[in-house]
C-alpha cells in the first residue's frame, strides 16, 4: 500500500503481487481502476496483458482477473471522474517514443490524457537534470534506474508524488531512468469511495 483513504473499500494506490494461478470472482470497479502491468502477465475476459500493459477501467466497469504465471501491478483505485466511461487497453512497448525541444534529455511515451490529467511513460538520459512545473501536482513510479528529489534516492518501484504547485527538480542516477509519470490530476477534488460497497 502505497497511499490510502478510506475503510475497506478506499481511494488507493498500491503494488499488488498475484501469485502463479490465482483467479478472483467477477467484480465491479464502482469508481475506476488503472493500473500497469509491472512483470508476469496480467489476465481478464478482456485478454493477456504482459508487462508494460496500461489499463483504465472506468466507474461500474467490471472483470474478472487472474493470472496463470503471476505478475505484479501498480494500481490506483477511485481515482477517476465518475463520468469518464473510456476503456483504454495499450502496451507501452508498442507505442513509439518522442522527443520535444523543451526537454531535450526525456523521451515519452504517451498513454492516455485528457482534460482532468496525462500519464505516459518516460526515459530520462543518465546523470541529467529533470525539471517539470506541473499545473495539477504530480506521481511517478520509478520503473527502472536510480534519481534523486527533494533530498531523498529513488530506485526500482519507488513512488514520488508532488502536491499541486511543487516542482520537480529531479537528478537521474549514471544508468539512466524509467520512470511512470501522472500529472495533473491531484487539481481536481479527490472522490471519496463509500465504506459499506465495492
Request: hydrophobic share 35%; charged share 20%; net charge negative.
Amino acid at each position: 500500500m502505497l497511499d490510502r483513504i478510506g475503510g475497506e473499500v478506499a481511494r488507493a494506490t498500491s503494488l499488488v503481487r498475484y501469485a502463479p494461478n490465482s483467479k478472483f470472482s467477477s467484480h465491479v470497479h464502482t469508481g475506476g481502476e488503472e493500473f500497469l502491468v509491472l512483470n508476469g502477465v496480467f489476465q481478464d475476459e478482456h485478454g493477456d496483458f504482459p508487462a508494460g500493459s496500461y489499463i483504465r477501467n472506468p466507474p461500474q466497469s467490471s472483470h474478472t482477473p487472474s493470472s496463470d504465471e503471476g505478475c505484479v501491478i501498480f494500481v490506483k483505485l477511485w481515482q477517476f471522474d465518475l463520468a469518464d466511461h473510456a476503456h483504454v487497453r495499450v502496451d507501452a512497448d508498442k507505442i513509439p517514443e518522442f522527443e520535444t525541444a523543451a526537454r531535450p534529455s526525456v523521451k515519452m511515451t504517451p498513454l492516455f490524457h485528457d482534460d482532468r490529467e496525462k500519464v505516459r511513460i518516460e526515459e530520462w538520459s543518465s546523470n541529467g537534470a529533470i525539471t517539470l512545473a506541473p499545473q495539477g501536482g504530480l506521481e511517478i513510479l520509478c520503473l527502472a534506474g536510480r534519481f534523486a528529489e527533494g533530498g531523498e534516492d529513488f530506485a526500482e518501484l519507488s513512488w514520488l508524488r508532488l502536491p499541486v504547485g511543487q516542482p520537480l527538480n529531479a537528478v537521474v542516477g549514471p544508468q539512466g531512468c524509467r520512470v511512470w509519470v501522472k500529472e495533473g490530476h491531484l487539481l481536481y477534488a479527490s472522490i471519496e469511495a463509500p465504506n459499506s460497497t465495492s
